[in-house]
Nanobody
């Protein structure tokens, strides 16, 4: 079993900051790409940012320059520092990771339960 548990969501005024964290636990041999996605009411889930084990980052155009993704491979955690938040950033944010539970095992994709981020104008 693998679990991804997010924390750090909440309510913030426009222009403010929040830091999301996600911790992976369970039987884990290796973690590949980790990332954050979000889903606003009535919209499809969209990519926010991803990071490889080596630290290569990818961001959605809408968050470039405002959000920073980071990870700690030893602690099996990924973080999302969100600055200059806008009302359009309001959504449920989900942690995502590609995980292999055993050596030579298959890779599976896991999701966290989501954490609400609300930005007021």
């Amino acid at each position: 079993q693998v679990q991804l548990v997010e924390s750090g969501g909440g309510l913030v005024q426009a222009g403010g900051s929040l830091r999301l964290s996600c911790a992976a636990s369970g039987t884990i041999f290796s973690i590949n790409v980790m990332g954050w996605y979000r889903q606003a009411p009535g919209k499809q889930r969209e990519l926010v940012a991803t990071i490889t084990p080596g630290g290569d980052r990818n961001y959605a155009d809408s968050v470039k320059g405002r959000f920073t993704i980071s990870r700690d491979n030893a602690k099996k955690t990924v973080h999302l520092q969100m600055n200059s938040l806008e009302p359009e950033d309001t959504a449920v944010y989900y942690c995502n990771a590609g995980v292999r539970q055993w050596y030579a095992g298959r890779w599976y994709e896991y999701w966290g339960q989501g954490t609400q981020v609300t930005v007021s104008s």
